[in-house]
C-alpha cells in the first residue's frame, strides 16, 4: 500500500524501565520526545504484550496542530517502526480486540485552503507485536460540515463505526448520530445509517456486539439549538444487521446525562454501563458531577441505577471491565479541590455484579507538588489477573516536568501499585496514619502509598534531603491515595518523606536513593 506523503503515523516500540518491580506495577510517562502526548485507549494480548495508542504535538496542547498517533509495547528497545506524516492533527478514538488483532479507529482534522476544517475518519490493523497490517481513510460525505467517529465493533465481518456527523437543518446545524457499515476484507464503505431526529443534536458514547446478531448503541442527545444546556438524555438502542432500531431507552433523569462511557452486556442479555451526571447547582451558578452505574435488562427497561464516588465539580467515568467472576471494575478521574489548587487523580473502582461500590483508588502521575491532573481514559485485564490503565498526565508547573505526557499505569488486581495498599490500616498500625515508600532503596522513582483514619486538613507530603531541604511537595485530598515521585533529578543518597497537617508532621519514612 502506497503511503500518502502528508500523514504521520508512528509506531514505538518501548520497554519498562528495568526497577525490580517493572513486571509487576508501573507508573509510567512519556511524552516520547514531543511537546505533548497522551493515549486514548489500548490492547493487552495473552502473552502479556501491550500495545497503547494515542498522539502526540510538538505543541504543549492536544487542540493544536502537527499530531502524531504512535503503540507502545513491552519490548527490549525503543525504536520507530511506521511513520506517517500528518496534515495537521491526529489521535485515536478507540480500539477492539478481535481474534488476536488490534483494530484502531482514529481520526485527523486539517484547515483546506479556504479555511474550512475538513476531517479523516482512519481505521488501522495492527497485529500483537504493534506493527500496521492494513488500514482505511475515508472522508465527510457532501453537504456535511463535520464528522467524527467514536468507536467501532465487528459483526458477521462487518465493521459498525458509530459517529456523528453535523449538517445544516434550516437555520441552524445539527449534530446527528451515524453508523459507517464497512467490510472487513476489502475495507470498503457498504452503507451509512443515520440515526436521531431532526429537531436535537446526538452524540455517540459506545457500540458493542450483542453476540446474537445485532448491536447495542450507547449515546446521549440534546438540543443545544432552544435549551440552556443543562438536559442530556442518555439513549441507548438494539439494532439488526440491517441497521434497523428494535427497542430503545431514553433516560428520564433530569440533568446532564451524558450517555454511557462504556457498557458490558449481562450475563441475562441486558445492559449494564457508567456514566457521568451533572446537576446545575443555582447558588453557586456551576454543575456537579456524579458518578453513576445502571443496569438495563434485555428489553432496555432501567432495573437500577447506582451513584457511586464522590460529588465533585469533576467526576469523569471513562472506561470499564468485568472479569469472570461477575465484578466490573471502571477507571477516570477525580477532581478535588486541595486549599486553591484543583488537583485531578486517576481513578479504579470495583463493583458488584448488582453494582454496589466495593472500593476506589487514587493515582496521582508526578506528585511533585505542582498543579497536576491524571486522565485514565482505558481499562484492560492483564493476563496476571492485574490491570493495565491508559491515558493522559499534565504537570503544570514551572518543572522539567511542564506538559502533557502519555500515561500508562499497571495495578495488581486490588488496584496497588504499593504491595499491601489494599490492607486496612488498622491492620498496618496502631497509630492513625500510615505511610510506605516503594521500593526502597530506589532508583529513578518510587511510589508512596498513605492511609488515615481520618480526613487530614490542610496535608501534604514533603521530601527533603538530608540537609533538610525541601525537594518535592504534594498535596493530599484524601484519606488515601498513591503516588509516583519522580527521582530521576536527584542525587544518590538518603532523603526523608514526611506527611504534614496542620503545621506538624504525622508520620516520616527515610528513602535510599541509589547512583542512577
Request: glycine share 8%; aromatic share 14%.
Amino acid at each position: 500500500m502506497k503511503i500518502p506523503l502528508s500523514y504521520w503515523l508512528i509506531i514505538i516500540l518501548m520497554r519498562m524501565p528495568v526497577l525490580g518491580h517493572a513486571q509487576n506495577y508501573y507508573s509510567d510517562t512519556s511524552t516520547f520526545d514531543r511537546a505533548a502526548a497522551f493515549y486514548t485507549t489500548l490492547e493487552v494480548f495473552e502473552n502479556g504484550n501491550i500495545t497503547a495508542f494515542g498522539g502526540a504535538s510538538d505543541t504543549l496542547h492536544v487542540t493544536r496542530p502537527n499530531f502524531l498517533a504512535f503503540s507502545k509495547r513491552n519490548t527490549n528497545d525503543t525504536t520507530v517502526i511506521f511513520k506517517e506524516t500528518l496534515i495537521n492533527r491526529y489521535f485515536t478514538t478507540n480500539s477492539k480486540k478481535i481474534n488476536g488483532k488490534s483494530y484502531v479507529l482514529g481520526s485527523s482534522s486539517y484547515s483546506d485552503s479556504l479555511g474550512t476544517i475538513q476531517r479523516n475518519t482512519f481505521v488501522f490493523k495492527f497485529d500483537s507485536l504493534g506493527q500496521m497490517l492494513q488500514y482505511i481513510k475515508f472522508t465527510a460525505r457532501p453537504g456535511v460540515t463535520d464528522f467524527y467517529m467514536q468507536d467501532l465493533t465487528l459483526l458477521y465481518n462487518r465493521f459498525y463505526l458509530l459517529g456523528y456527523e453535523r449538517k445544516v437543518v434550516g437555520n441552524t446545524q445539527r449534530f446527528n448520530l451515524v453508523a459507517y457499515i464497512i467490510d472487513s476484507a476489502s475495507f470498503t464503505i457498504q452503507s451509512i445509517k443515520e440515526y436521531g431526529l431532526t429537531n436535537l443534536d446526538e452524540f455517540p458514547n459506545r457500540i458493542i456486539n450483542s453476540g446474537n446478531g445485532r448491536l447495542f448503541i450507547g449515546a446521549y442527545r440534546t438540543d443545544f439549538v432552544n435549551t440552556n444546556n443543562t438536559n442530556f438524555q442518555t439513549w441507548i438502542f438494539e439494532i439488526d444487521t440491517t441497521g434497523t432500531i428494535i427497542k430503545e431507552y431514553i433516560s428520564p433523569l433530569p440533568g446532564r446525562n451524558f450517555g454511557p462511557s462504556t457498557m458490558i452486556q449481562t450475563y441475562d442479555n441486558g445492559i449494564q454501563y457508567i456514566s457521568m451526571r451533572q446537576t446545575y447547582q443555582s447558588s453557586s451558578n456551576s454543575f456537579i458531577s456524579q458518578a453513576f452505574m445502571a443496569k438495563l435488562n434485555a428489553q432496555l427497561q432501567l432495573e437500577w441505577d447506582s451513584i457511586y464516588g464522590q460529588e465533585s465539580h469533576w467526576v469523569a467515568p471513562r472506561d470499564m471491565v468485568q472479569k469472570t467472576d461477575g465484578r466490573f471494575y471502571s477507571c477516570g478521574e477525580m477532581g478535588f479541590n486541595v486549599g486553591t489548587m484543583n488537583m485531578y487523580y486517576g481513578w479504579l473502582n470495583a463493583h458488584s455484579p448488582t453494582g454496589s461500590h466495593l472500593w476506589q483508588r487514587f493515582y496521582l502521575p508526578f506528585g511533585n507538588g505542582e498543579l497536576e491532573r491524571g486522565q485514565l481514559d482505558a481499562i484492560r485485564v492483564h493476563p496476571d489477573g492485574g490491570f493495565v490503565m491508559a491515558g493522559q498526565a499534565r504537570a503544570y508547573g514551572p518543572s522539567i516536568l511542564k506538559g502533557q505526557h502519555a500515561w500508562l499505569l499497571k495495578v495488581d488486581s486490588m488496584g496497588c501499585l504499593v504491595p499491601g495498599c489494599a490492607v486496612g490500616i488498622k491492620e498496618l498500625t496502631p497509630e492513625p496514619v500510615y505511610l510506605k515508600l516503594w521500593p526502597n532503596p530506589a532508583q529513578g522513582e518510587a511510589f508512596v502509598l498513605y492511609k488515615s483514619t481520618q480526613e487530614l486538613p490542610a496535608a501534604y507530603l514533603v521530601l527533603t534531603d538530608m540537609l533538610g531541604r525541601e525537594r518535592r511537595r504534594a498535596p493530599v485530598p484524601e484519606m488515601e491515595a498513591q503516588y509516583h515521585l519522580q527521582l530521576f533529578d536527584l542525587d544518590a543518597g538518603l532523603y526523608m518523606v514526611q506527611l504534614w497537617s496542620n503545621g506538624r508532621i504525622l508520620a516520616n519514612e527515610k528513602l535510599l536513593i541509589y547512583s542512577k
